[in-house]
């Protein structure tokens, strides 16, 4: 599969995967919600996403995999190619942003791998915007295979100054053919890529912190604790309990609708999932 995946990287270009018309610089907030679906349409958890962040002030854009949407709450619909995944969105939106007059902008680029609780997406750009401000930020870290950020969403407030860094931050990212090569190529290497580019990254719930927050969960419940000596944990999956008490009250769709990590008894649907959140 490595093997693969290399291949993958060398054949693949960087090119812009999306057609992108040039972003008014009269936008000072910019939410970027990539959206996959294989039903074809946006769900009331995507809806709402949108629908959050743009009463929130942002602009948003839709990046979608859909033939026809009819969606009221992006400013924006773009369809996405075959090929690229998420990370070519990010990587193609960034090279189009503009400063506008008041020479800074907010951009928060979001994918629909989450499932929010309602006002989650409004408190959470609540949230990163009380945050050191000329960082990017991430939702959390994991160890296991090595460090690396989860990427599922990325939060920066650019002033002027940064706006060249940014826009250059992403062009390592290529329009790979295969899932597996964006994990390895992609979200594996970001914060490397990053830090290369003399970024400040932090993520909102460090893995630690979130492991400890978990082992307190599972006190008052009466439950095992979990041994980071014996086991790495993945802070989405295992621990997707406890990452509502850092703020993001939100649920991965892969750990209900596949559980791919095996987590002990995962929720059974989405609305009891949200519900038992810490």
Known sequence: MRLLSTVDWLISSNKNSLELPELDSSHSR???????????????????????????????????NCETLDNSNADLTIKKGRYGRDFAALRDLARSVKFNKSKSVEFLYLNNSMVWQENAVFSLIELLRSLERESIWFPTDSNNPSYHVQ???????LVESDYQKFASSFEWIKNYHMKRSLIFFGEYQ??????EKSWNVRVVAPYS????????F??????ALLNPRVDLYNSTQHL?????????????????????????????NFESALTQLS
């Not at 970001?190 to 830090?195: E, G, N, S």
């Open 240 to 268: 997707w309990r406890s990452l509502s008490t850092f703020g993001l009250r939100g649920v991965k769709r892969s750990l209900v609708l596949q559980n791919p990590v095996g987590v002990e008894n995962p929720p059974i």
């Open 209 to 216: 912190e979130v492991l400890l927050a978990e082992n307190r």
């Open 30 to 64: 910019i939410f970027v919600f990539v959206h996959h679906s294989k039903s074809g349409f946006l769900d009331s958890y995507d809806q709402n996403a949108l629908l959050e962040a743009r009463k929130s002030g942002f602009t948003t854009i839709l990046v979608t």
């Open 151 to 157: 990427p599922y969403f990325l939060y920066v407030n």
């Open 190 to 195: 970001i914060f490397r890529k990053l830090k």
């Open 218 to 223: 599972r006190i008052l419940k009466g439950e």
